[in-house]
């Protein structure tokens, strides 16, 4: 089950706990209150940091494990993704090694057997050079997309969340954020090499984060313009005016039986 987890930042010093307190409270992870805590299911948080250095992934190791093979990471990390499973009690510690939060929202979806959003980010109108695989692409319209699916699975280890997901591009037909209620999609491109899946136990996590950096200011002569954004950087913000750390926590919580 979800835990309350707060970071309270006092005097330069990170200290982790349920209660409250009268210096400045951040809270990293929604109290207990906000979801149905008779349901499992999963719930996903997005996270903004500014980061105080430039080692962002290599700190974030540290806290977890790489999912899926080596492949799916070194097709991850070109388009510009670190993907882990994390323990949801590191959160504060991860964003605390990271930099200063920023911006945080919460949603809980409970189990997804259709495929849904999980997170949606809408092209510029002004379009949006990106790549993918390396190959640029310049699109002018339509929503990036993880879309998901999840469910309890029973295992002979115990109850699992099951999570399935994958970035997509659609054009959809309706005003709508989610892809699977709308009509077919005018245009769309599913990014396979991209998918992955995993099991969850109770308080584990999947952690995508993006390190998202502004561009140099060029002096003297000008360019053909910045470069593509990387489709990862894209999905979750980029590009940027200032530099940010993205993550997207996806929470398993499964209630206890008898």
Avoid at 54 to 83: H, I, M, Y
Avoid at 139 to 168: D, F, H, N, V
């Amino acid at each position: 089950m979800r835990h309350c987890i707060t970071v309270v930042f006092l005097s330069q010093l990170f200290l982790v706990g349920c209660s409250t307190a009268s210096k400045q409270v951040v809270q990293v992870s929604l109290s207990s209150e906000t979801i149905d805590a008779t349901a499992d299911g999963i719930s996903v948080v997005h996270i903004s940091i500014q980061p105080n250095s430039s080692e962002v992934f290599n700190k974030l190791f540290q806290f977890g494990e790489a999912v899926g093979d080596q492949q799916l990471q070194e097709n991850l990390k070109r388009e510009g993704v670190q993907l882990l499973k994390i323990a949801v009690v590191d959160v504060p510690a991860i964003v605390a090694s990271i930099g200063e939060l920023e911006n945080e929202t919460y949603v809980w979806h409970g189990q997804i057997m259709k495929w849904r959003d999980l997170h949606q980010r809408a092209v510029d109108k002004k379009g949006m050079l990106i790549s993918a695989e390396g190959i640029p692409y310049f699109i002018q319209r339509g929503k990036l997309s993880l879309l998901c699916r999840s469910w309890l699975m029973p295992q002979e280890g115990g109850l699992y969340m099951y999570l399935q997901a994958m970035p997509t591009w659609h054009v959809p037909r309706k005003d709508t954020s989610i892809l699977s209620r709308s009509a077919e999609p005018i245009e769309s491109k599913v990014f396979m090499n991209l998918q992955f899946e995993t099991l969850l136990k109770d308080d584990e996590a999947i952690l995508l984060a993006v390190d998202l950096r502004a561009p140099k200011e060029i002096s003297g002569p000008q360019d053909d313009g910045p470069p593509p954004v990387r489709l990862g950087e894209a999905l979750l913000g980029g590009p940027v005016d200032n530099d940010v750390v993205e993550l997207l926590i996806i929470e398993a919580n499964i209630m206890p039986r008898m």
